[in-house]
């Protein structure tokens, strides 16, 4: 008997409590129900990641975990998704409540018309890079430039706000704060909102979270590049700041990256220093690639769609057998031909246009002058 009254408290125990975390899940708001699964997927990998940012990340760099690991697990992906989705749904009313206003709508096309302006010049440049000649003569190339990157650029700037509008949520309550002598009574949350103190804390959390994993994520993908050229420059503009992306360099001048045993051999302490650099050097290289993959696959597509499909294969002007031609003017062309052994890797020469027509034009000028 007394085993069956022991049995039937345990289950009234496990029922009281289920009853419990039921109505404790329906009292939450959607928003709160996703910053609650995103805190439950990253608990496992907390300790891992609170020692990595105050400790040494050299000691994370074998390690499974989903914030330090170079590929990325399922579970990444999950907690960003359970954190943008709570966050578009707590700040998605805000958002239309902001577009409906004269001054919201000012500072929308403003945004994305730098962005869209920006982004016309990068592709001018991109293509320069690339022929060594003006982007005017390659319209179509131009065009499939922006269709590539702009996509990308107004996503990633849009992910950017979404995440800073949640960190500048304090300075906005603290302007509230002192607004309130002055007669100004406005609320983030409806007086209904359960655990606004906790909540606010969370997801100031998850978004510093979402931030790092936001890094990691582009620089994985190459992406980084590319943002740290639209970064560096906003910041330049406003401010004497050089901001990229970087890897600490190693300095030999430092006396404490130098062992304190160096002093009494010499000989180690080169054979550690040399050491030291050539890993540095080799993680530099190593990184430098990582950034610029995007950017470099892109200006790959963009030389192979100038190759294949905007370059001409006969022109008025003489071109070498096996090469394709662009026009430049009436006295100068754009010479291309594939490298060998090269996959899509292309050489561009200027060369002046040699053509029947122009050989008589200088004919007749020159019996003009004699």
Not at 222 to 233: D, E, L, P, Q, R
Request: glycine share 4%; charged share 15%; with cysteine.
């Amino acid at each position: 008997m007394q085993v069956l009254a022991n049995i039937k408290s345990a289950s009234t125990t496990i029922k009281n409590l289920a009853s419990k975390v039921v109505n404790f899940w329906q009292s939450l708001t959607l928003p709160q129900r996703f910053y609650l699964i995103a805190f439950l997927i990253f608990s496992p990998e907390m300790p891992d990641f609170i020692s990595g940012l105050f400790g040494d990340h050299d000691a994370h760099k074998n390690s499974k975990s989903i914030i330090w690991a170079d590929s990325f697990s399922a579970s990444t992906y999950l907690l960003t998704l359970a954190i943008l989705v709570g966050l578009i749904c707590e700040l998605w009313p805000r958002i239309i409540k902001f577009w409906a206003s004269i001054v919201g709508k000012t500072v929308t096309f403003i945004f994305y018309a730098f962005l869209a302006n920006y982004a016309l010049a990068y592709a001018s440049g991109t293509i320069n890079e690339i022929t060594g000649v003006s982007a005017e003569h390659f319209p179509y190339t131009h065009n499939l430039s922006l269709i590539l990157s702009v996509p990308t650029w107004f996503m990633l700037s849009t992910f950017m706000v979404l995440v800073l509008i949640p960190l500048l949520q304090p300075i906005y309550m603290a302007f509230l704060l002192l607004m309130r002598p002055f007669g100004l009574h406005t609320r983030w949350h409806s007086p209904e909102y359960r655990f606004p103190v906790i909540t606010s804390v969370l997801r100031m959390f998850l978004c510093t979270l979402l931030a790092a994993l936001f890094y990691f994520i582009t620089l994985s993908s190459g992406v980084a590049g590319s943002m740290n050229t639209i970064f560096s420059t906003l910041v330049s503009n406003f401010t004497p700041v050089k901001v990229t992306y970087g890897i600490r360099k190693f300095n030999q001048e430092q006396p404490s990256d130098i062992d304190s045993s160096a002093i009494s051999n010499p000989e180690k302490s080169k054979t550690t220093l040399n050491s030291d650099s050539d890993e540095v050097d080799k993680e530099l290289k190593l990184y430098n690639e990582r950034v610029n993959s995007y950017d470099n696959r892109i200006k790959q597509i963009l030389a192979y769609f100038i190759y294949e499909l905007e370059a001409d294969s006969y022109s008025r002007c003489q071109v070498t057998s096996g090469r394709r031609v662009v026009e430049l003017n009436d006295y100068d062309i754009l010479e291309i031909w594939p490298v060998e052994g090269k996959e899509k890797a292309y050489h561009f020469e200027v060369k002046p246009c040699i053509s029947p027509g122009i050989e008589l034009h200088l004919s007749s000028q020159a019996k003009a002058l004699y």
